[in-house]
């Protein structure tokens, strides 16, 4: 029997050192195992194709200043008042991610505009004071994601183009100033849903067209300068209560009664009411705008019996007051517009000394008395 029992001990000791034997890894602690679990992964960079960074040095050496957006690819082509052609724009909708494109004041034809109807990204297009015709807004008519389109000055665009106009229903901004647009025009743009802003300074709007606005659900600012509006034109103001920028200037049929009209635009922040026919009964239908913040009463028949229809009108930071028959005695009325960042007095009897005067009640007021050339 001895043995097997000198056996059994020796297996059992031998088991023992087994157990006591240290491990040769290491434990990992939960904060270790937590960072082994989570592995970052590095953003792939986009490569830009060769092909659009050719195309993008070649618009440079035509004198396009561009914009690109984190990964090197070019958001806007500005060109404009450069010496560019029809030529240039051949290859631009190579540029996959370009949404501004400003052209105004070059030589493009209606013929250029038809490679740039084909850059499907494109969110804005400035045309301004370019030679063209309607035919160029036919090429456009698939820029499904185009928000604003900027036209004016030298074109020969009319009324038959805004039923191309009409299917680029994603507009918010369309400026036809200066074109021959008239009411019936305006009347094919009932599909711009969410139109916010429309230009339309010297066009043939009158009365009637005027009318065509209240199709805009969205219209937030609209300049009808140099018009053939009318007081009775403006009772279609009553149905926009959500303007918030008018300009009415210039417009030489207007007088004191079409203010009335404007007295429920409660929204309003910006008016502009230069050249018209307005005296102090003119302002007084204004006093309930509260909102303003930029109002040119310039070149008005106001006088200091009409600045009292100012004092509410807290929130101004612009005033024009230059050219109207407006003097120190009248300034005491205008102390308590204490948000008033500039206040044009020029070519008006207030003096030197009435500017000192307000300016103690005004300090953080600029005030113009100096009539200075285009100011």
């Given at each position: 029997?001895?043995?097997?029992?000198?056996t059994?001990?020796?297996?059992?000791?031998?088991?023992l050192?087994?157990?006591?034997?240290?491990?040769?890894?290491?434990?990992?602690?939960?904060?270790?195992?937590?960072?082994?679990?989570?592995?970052?992964?590095?953003?792939?960079?986009?490569?830009?194709p060769p092909?659009?960074?050719?195309?993008?040095?070649?618009?440079?050496?035509?004198?396009?200043?561009?914009?690109?957006?984190?990964?090197?690819?070019?958001?806007?082509?500005?060109?404009?008042?450069?010496?560019?052609?029809?030529?240039?724009?051949?290859?631009?909708?190579?540029?996959?991610?370009?949404?501004?494109?400003?052209?105004?004041e070059?030589?493009?034809?209606?013929?250029?505009?038809?490679?740039?109807?084909?850059?499907?990204?494109?969110?804005?297009?400035?045309?301004?004071?370019?030679?063209?015709?309607?035919?160029?807004?036919?090429?456009?008519?698939?820029?499904?994601?185009?928000?604003?389109?900027?036209?004016?000055?030298?074109?020969?665009?009319?009324?038959?183009?805004?039923?191309?106009?009409?299917?680029?229903?994603?507009?918010?901004?369309?400026?036809?100033?200066?074109?021959?647009?008239?009411?019936?025009?305006?009347?094919?743009?009932?599909?711009?849903?969410?139109?916010?802003?429309?230009?339309?300074?010297?066009?043939?709007?009158?009365?009637?067209?005027?009318?065509?606005?209240?199709?805009?659900?969205?219209?937030?600012?609209?300049?009808?300068?140099?018009?053939?509006?009318?007081?009775?034109?403006?009772?279609?103001?009553?149905?926009?209560?959500?303007?918030?920028?008018?300009?009415?200037?210039?417009?030489?049929?207007?007088?004191?009664?079409?203010?009335?009209?404007?007295?429920?635009?409660?929204?309003?922040?910006?008016?502009?009411?230069?050249?018209?026919?307005?005296?102090?009964?003119?302002?007084?239908?204004?006093q309930?705008?509260?909102?303003?913040?930029?109002l040119?009463?310039?070149n008005?028949?106001?006088?200091?019996?009409?600045?009292?229809?100012?004092k509410?009108?807290?929130q101004?930071?612009?005033?024009?007051?230059?050219?109207?028959?407006?003097?120190?005695?009248?300034?005491?009325?205008?102390?308590?517009?204490?948000?008033?960042?500039?206040?044009?007095?020029?070519?008006?009897?207030?003096?030197?000394?009435?500017?000192?005067?307000?300016?103690?009640?005004?300090?953080?007021?600029?005030i113009?008395?100096?009539?200075i050339?285009?100011?």
């Amino acid at each position: 029997m001895k043995p097997l029992q000198g056996t059994v001990v020796l297996v059992f000791a031998l088991s023992l050192i087994a157990g006591c034997t240290p491990k040769s890894e290491k434990k990992q602690t939960a904060s270790e195992k937590s960072s082994g679990a989570i592995k970052v992964k590095e953003p792939v960079k986009t490569q830009v194709p060769p092909e659009e960074v050719n195309l993008a040095d070649s618009l440079k050496a035509a004198g396009a200043k561009l914009k690109k957006d984190q990964d090197g690819y070019v958001i806007e082509v500005d060109l404009r008042g450069t010496q560019i052609d029809d030529h240039a724009l051949k290859d631009i909708a190579g540029l996959s991610r370009l949404r501004y494109l400003l052209l105004n004041e070059t030589k493009i034809t209606d013929a250029g505009l038809e490679p740039v109807g084909k850059v499907a990204t494109l969110q804005n297009l400035d045309l301004r004071n370019c030679n063209l015709n309607n035919k160029a807004i036919s090429h456009l008519t698939g820029l499904s994601k185009l928000k604003a389109l900027r036209l004016s000055g030298n074109s020969d665009i009319d009324d038959d183009a805004m039923v191309d106009i009409n299917q680029l229903t994603n507009l918010k901004a369309l400026m036809l100033d200066f074109l021959w647009v008239s009411g019936d025009g305006l009347s094919e743009l009932k599909d711009l849903n969410h139109l916010e802003e429309l230009y339309l300074a010297k066009t043939l709007v009158d009365d009637e067209g005027l009318t065509t606005l209240t199709q805009f659900p969205k219209l937030k600012k609209t300049r009808l300068s140099q018009n053939q509006i009318s007081d009775e034109g403006l009772t279609i103001m009553a149905k926009l209560p959500q303007l918030e920028e008018l300009d009415l200037s210039e417009n030489s049929l207007l007088s004191d009664t079409g203010m009335e009209h404007l007295s429920g635009l409660s929204k309003l922040q910006k008016l502009n009411l230069w050249r018209v026919g307005l005296t102090d009964a003119g302002v007084e239908p204004l006093q309930g705008l509260t909102n303003l913040r930029w109002l040119n009463l310039d070149n008005t028949r106001l006088s200091n019996a009409g600045l009292k229809y100012l004092k509410d009108m807290k929130q101004l930071e612009f005033l024009h007051l230059g050219s109207t028959a407006v003097s120190d005695a009248g300034l005491a009325d205008l102390e308590g517009l204490t948000s008033l960042k500039d206040l044009k007095l020029t070519r008006t009897a207030v003096t030197e000394k009435g500017v000192a005067d307000l300016k103690q009640k005004l300090p953080n007021t600029e005030i113009q008395l100096k009539y200075i050339e285009g100011q």
